[in-house]
Structures are given as structure tokens and as C-alpha cells.
């Protein structure tokens, strides 16, 4: 079990570039999660994949934001026309779907919008 | 949604010390996880905790659901558990998301 892992761990772009983020969940997860928080606050759900199927995506993701989980394992999350708003720390959690479906949660993509 | 409250928001503690932080939360959930948020960012999963108590070392952690909190107890703190911890009930009927409450940060003094 190596964990939910995500590339990059940092990006710094400029404003109105887009982005990818990309996240590999743990092994035998079926579901998938990105949470977006910022400073001084919890993290907030973004989306969730069960298997390669978006199940449930947040007000918060606007149109400039999308999700994939192509095959049902890794997943990427793409930024267009990067706002100075935007900047982040986006974090991606994977689960297990059963009786306590805990979330295990990775080290996230701090992204930083000049 | 459900609404989430941590108390209390800053947590000073001599190493040593005891302390309770409380989660309260504002409708029925299937599910509540804790959470260390360590200086680096890293969520470290504590306890899955929907009812009921729990214990691991140093940390135990109480739910009583019908009564819509949780409890996490630090015990013989040490400077490694300074940071910030986080609660995050999940409600079935809203999905699969955990939300999150604003966290107590914390901060261990040798």
C-alpha cells in the first residue's frame, strides 16, 4: 500500500494558463475524491468518481474546472484560464467502497496563481 | 448541508498537558473521520469514528451521534502533535463527500 500520491506537489503559473493536476489513488480504491482548501480553512469537496462514472460535483466546480478518471484509476483535474482565486492547495482522497468507506487522503497539489 | 464547528479555534498546550478538542455538527451522518493536518499539509487519518469510542496510544476520540458531536482527547501531548486538526462528518443522503469543520490548530510547547 504506498497511498494516494499526486503530481506536482507544487505549480506556480500565471494567470489565465491552464493547469493539470494529476492523482493516483490507492491500489484496489474504487472511489475517488479532489478537495480544494485554502488558507486558514478546512478543505472543501470539489468532486467524486466511482470507478471511471463522476457521481457528484460541487457548486464550487465553475466551467473553467474538469475532472477525469478515464479508466477508473488515476485521475487528473484540469484548471483553464487560471484566475489569481484559483490558488490552492487541491487535494485528492481515495476510498474503498464498504462498510466504512474511509477516505485516505494524499499530499496534495499546492498551486499558486501570480 | 451540514454545518460544522470546532472549538476551541487555537489550542496552546505545555508538552504534557491534556486537552478536548469538540466537533459539533448540525444534522445525523453515517460517518466522521479525524484528522491531523501536519505543517506540510499532509491529512493523517485518526479515527473513523461514526459512534461510539475509540482509542489509539495517546489519542482517543468519542462520537455520540444522537446528541451531534465528537470529542477527540490528546493525552501527554507532545510537540509532534502540534498542527491542525480537522473533524469531517459525511451524511449519506448528501452524498459521499466529508465536510469539513474549520479545525482547532494546535500548538505544542516544549
Known amino acids: 500500500d504506498t497511498g494516494v500520491s499526486q503530481d506536482p506537489r507544487h505549480k506556480i503559473t500565471k494567470r489565465g494558463q491552464n493547469v493539470t493536476f494529476r492523482c493516483d489513488p490507492i491500489s484496489e480504491h474504487n472511489r475517488l475524491y479532489w478537495y480544494r482548501q485554502t488558507l486558514g480553512q478546512g478543505p472543501e469537496f470539489l468532486t467524486y468518481f466511482q470507478n471511471e462514472a463522476q457521481l457528484e460535483k460541487s457548486r464550487l466546480l465553475s466551467d473553467r474546472f474538469s475532472a477525469e478518471r478515464p479508466k477508473g484509476s488515476f485521475s487528473t483535474l484540469e484548471i483553464q484560464r487560471t484566475e489569481q482565486g484559483d490558488s490552492a492547495m487541491y487535494l485528492c482522497a481515495s476510498s474503498l467502497m464498504g462498510s466504512s468507506d474511509t477516505q485516505y487522503f494524499g499530499p496534495g497539489t499546492r498551486l499558486t496563481v501570480l | 448541508g451540514i454545518q460544522v464547528e470546532q472549538s476551541p479555534p487555537d489550542l496552546i498546550l505545555q508538552e504534557g498537558a491534556n486537552s478536548t478538542l469538540r466537533c459539533n455538527f448540525s444534522?445525523?451522518?453515517?460517518?466522521l473521520q479525524w484528522f491531523h493536518q501536519n505543517p506540510w499539509g499532509q491529512l493523517i487519518n485518526l479515527f473513523y469514528i461514526p459512534s461510539g469510542t475509540k482509542q489509539n496510544g495517546r489519542l482517543s476520540a468519542t462520537t455520540v451521534a444522537t446528541e451531534r458531536y465528537s470529542l477527540l482527547y490528546i493525552s501527554s501531548s507532545q510537540t509532534t502533535d502540534s498542527g491542525v486538526y480537522f473533524c469531517?462528518?459525511?451524511?449519506?443522503?448528501?452524498?459521499?463527500?466529508?465536510?469539513f469543520g474549520g479545525g482547532t490548530r494546535v500548538l505544542v510547547k516544549p
Open positions: 444534522d445525523s451522518v453515517n460517518n
Open positions: 469531517a462528518p459525511r451524511r449519506q443522503a448528501a452524498g459521499n463527500k466529508l465536510t
